[in-house]
């Protein structure tokens, strides 16, 4: 039976934590090791962990503290001592159904991809239990049931979303791993983790897994560097850089094709909204900022920061390292 390896990354949040550790213990595929990297310097995690009293469910406390991007990349590293066939990261506020192992280990045998993106509902996160979901998938309306190219993929970013953390499995045959091991601005490192991609990816939309959609009591560390505001600005600056990289990094013919509809299902009005924001000039067709939201992107253009990081994933992609 293959081996499935699973991170789980978490912070002060023992009854989400663990429902998510119930939700590997409900899998129709078992064979299965999850390690939970609990960056709580006081260890919160630890009595949850020994109260599943799983012994596939292996307990990690980060010294030091890596704070909430750190410890979501570290997920994605490809190396581990456990010989694993297949990984996938679950956030500790978010959820699997119990057939999301085998259904991503069955698309990758039989479809013959490296990595592959199991759709996921939205849960919101309501107070005194009274939790509601979608009845529609962060892909619906993105992209279609079948391979993607890399190419494809950040073409996605002109949409709602390209890459969700929770939803990719892959195989230990991926050509490059998709951590990008360096920090970078909360907000956009799933976008950042799109430029990684060397291999195809096949998208399932079935709703196989759910979404925590944050909420004040997320409790996701941020680190101590930076206000609100000055985040902000960086990570729309930055993700308006990635998008620009992205764009430019297309093929003339693919570009056509995304403009004139051909590629993915992200609604006209909306790719072109993403390209204009981006500064990204569609001759023919335009989708006009209103008056406010020009304002907000010259004061992004001009006060916000690129992250390093844009640069680093700019760079691999040119080069294909």
């Given at each position: 039976?293959?081996?499935?390896?699973?991170?789980?990354p978490?912070y002060?949040?023992?009854?989400?934590?663990?429902?998510?550790?119930?939700?590997?213990q409900?899998?129709?595929?078992?064979?299965?090791?999850?390690?939970?990297?609990?960056?709580?310097?006081?260890?919160?995690?630890?009595?949850?962990?020994?109260?599943?009293?799983?012994?596939?469910?292996?307990?990690?406390?980060?010294?030091?503290?890596?704070?909430m991007?750190?410890?979501?990349?570290?997920?994605?590293?490809?190396?581990?001592?456990?010989?694993?066939?297949?990984?996938?990261?679950?956030?500790?506020?978010?959820?699997?159904?119990?057939?999301?192992?085998?259904?991503?280990?069955d698309?990758?045998?039989?479809?013959?991809?490296?990595?592959?993106?199991?759709?996921?509902?939205?849960?919101?996160?309501?107070?005194?239990?009274?939790?509601?979901?979608?009845?529609f998938?962060?892909?619906?309306?993105?992209?279609?049931?079948?391979?993607?190219?890399?190419?494809?993929?950040?073409?996605?970013?002109?949409?709602?979303?390209?890459?969700?953390?929770?939803?990719?499995?892959?195989?230990?045959?991926?050509?490059?791993?998709?951590?990008?091991?360096?920090?970078?601005?909360?907000?956009?490192?799933?976008?950042?983790?799109?430029?990684?991609l060397?291999?195809?990816?096949y998208?399932?939309?079935?709703?196989?897994?759910?979404?925590?959609?944050?909420?004040?009591?997320?409790?996701?560390?941020?680190?101590?560097d930076?206000?609100?505001?000055?985040?902000?600005?960086d990570?729309?600056?930055?993700?308006?850089?990635?998008?620009?990289?992205?764009?430019?990094?297309?093929?003339?013919?693919?570009?056509?094709?995304?403009?004139?509809?051909?590629v993915?299902?992200?609604?006209?009005?909306?790719?072109?909204?993403?390209?204009?924001?981006?500064?990204?000039?569609?001759?023919?067709?335009?989708?006009?900022?209103?008056?406010?939201?020009?304002?907000?992107?010259?004061?992004?253009?001009?006060?916000?920061?690129?992250?390093?990081?844009?640069?680093?994933?700019?760079?691999?992609?040119?080069?294909?390292?």
């Open positions: 039976m293959s081996l499935v390896l699973v991170r789980t978490t002060r949040r023992p009854v989400l934590l663990k429902r998510a550790l119930h939700c590997l409900a899998q129709t595929h078992q064979d299965w090791v999850c390690e939970v990297r609990d960056d709580c310097p006081d260890a919160s995690a630890r009595s949850v962990v020994e109260e599943v009293n799983d012994p596939r469910i292996v307990y990690t406390n980060n010294t030091p503290q890596k704070f991007i750190e410890n979501l990349d570290a997920c994605f590293q490809r190396e581990n001592s456990y010989n694993a066939d297949y990984f996938f990261m679950l956030e500790d506020d978010n959820q699997v159904r119990p057939d999301y192992m085998a259904r991503g280990i698309i990758i045998e039989q479809i013959g991809v490296p990595v592959c993106m199991l759709n996921q509902m939205i849960e919101n996160l309501g107070e005194g239990g009274k939790d509601s979901y979608s009845t998938g962060i892909f619906d309306g993105v992209y279609d049931q079948r391979i993607h190219s890399p190419t494809e993929i950040r073409l996605a970013l002109f949409g709602w979303t390209a890459m969700s953390n929770g939803s990719i499995f892959w195989s230990k045959n991926i050509r490059r791993d998709l951590a990008f091991r360096t920090g970078t601005v909360p907000g956009i490192d799933e976008d950042l983790r799109a430029f990684r060397v291999d195809p990816v998208v399932c939309l079935d709703k196989l897994a759910v979404w925590a959609q944050d909420e004040n009591a997320t409790n996701r560390n941020l680190g101590f930076k206000g609100r505001i000055r985040r902000e600005m990570m729309l600056a930055s993700a308006r850089a990635l998008r620009r990289a992205a764009w430019n990094s297309t093929p003339p013919a693919i570009q056509a094709e995304f403009l004139s509809g051909k993915l299902r992200v609604p006209m009005d909306k790719r072109l909204y993403e390209m204009n924001r981006a500064g990204i000039k569609t001759p023919g067709a335009s989708a006009p900022l209103g008056m406010q939201k020009k304002l907000k992107q010259k004061v992004v253009r001009y006060l916000g920061r690129v992250h390093p990081s844009i640069r680093k994933a700019q760079a691999e992609l040119t080069s294909g390292v």
